[in-house]
């Protein structure tokens, strides 16, 4: 069974700093790679994914992520961070079942953002 | 387009009393999910549906049982709940999966349920 670790459960960071989200996933057959947010009091959304292709992602809200093989990891940055993006962030893998696929979900890093 | 609705909000249970969380959604999904959320876990799948009429265990099922009599809605219910099943749940959807990977879909989250069993 695969498994996403998230090394860091807390990450703060000045407003207009830049920030990296670590995840490595423990499969080293091809995978699909997921980002979700969580803002405080709400379900989770699509930030960004990986299925194939360019190793180098973009999603919404000027966040990207590079998928690494050789170092099973997909680490999520940002440039220059918001007041507003203070949320939970989890990386996700998909494992197949049956005639579908499951995500596997770290355990998720809280990122605050301070003015 | 509501997307994925679930109710209630929040509940606060006694031990041994049962629920059902109701998960809707308009989208015409296939798949459906049930999670569980606890702090520092990220989230646990419980029970899965690949369509109507049809439902299975995923990572933490015991405790709960679920049902899927309409494409849109997926039940999740407890029988007798324990304080172990304080949690937040979610459920999502999502459409049929393909091979072809550029057509994986991403999966649809609702806002949560909160339950407190007390």
């Known amino acids: 069974a695969q498994s996403v670790t998230q090394l860091d459960s807390q990450v703060p960071v000045f407003e207009e700093a830049p920030v990296e989200l670590r995840c490595n996933y423990s499969?080293?057959?091809?995978?699909?790679l997921f980002w979700y947010v969580q803002y405080p009091n709400q379900g989770l959304q699509l930030l960004l994914k990986?299925?194939?292709?360019?190793?180098l992602v973009k999603g919404i809200n000027g966040f990207e992520a590079e998928f690494n093989k050789s170092q099973t990891s997909f680490h999520l940055r940002k440039p220059s961070v918001h007041i507003s993006d203070t949320a939970e962030y989890f990386c996700?893998?998909?494992?197949?079942?049956?005639?579908?696929?499951?995500?596997?979900f770290g355990s998720g890093t809280r990122l605050l953002v301070r003015p | 387009n509501a997307g994925v609705t679930q109710t209630p909000k929040f509940r606060v249970l006694k031990t041994g009393q049962s629920m059902t969380l109701l998960c809707a959604q308009d989208?015409?999904?296939?798949?459906m999910y049930w999670y569980r959320q606890d702090p520092g876990m990220g989230l646990r799948l419980i029970h899965y549906?690949?369509?109507?009429?049809?439902?299975a265990k995923g990572e933490v099922p015991d405790g709960y049982n679920v049902s899927r009599l309409k494409k849109q809605n997926f039940l999740l219910g407890l029988e007798s709940a324990a304080p172990s099943q304080t949690s937040v749940y979610f459920c999502?959807?999502?459409?049929?999966?393909?091979?072809?990977?550029?057509?994986?879909?991403?999966?649809?989250f609702g806002p949560g349920t909160r339950l407190t069993v007390l």
């Open positions: 999502a959807s999502t459409g049929a999966y393909l091979d072809d990977p550029s057509s994986y879909n991403e999966q649809f």
């Open positions: 499969s080293s057959v091809s995978v699909y």
């Open positions: 990986y299925l194939s292709g360019s190793t």
């Open positions: 996700a893998v998909s494992e197949r079942m049956d005639s579908s696929y499951k995500l596997i």
């Open positions: 989208m015409n999904h296939e798949y």
């Open positions: 549906s690949v369509g109507e009429g049809t439902t």
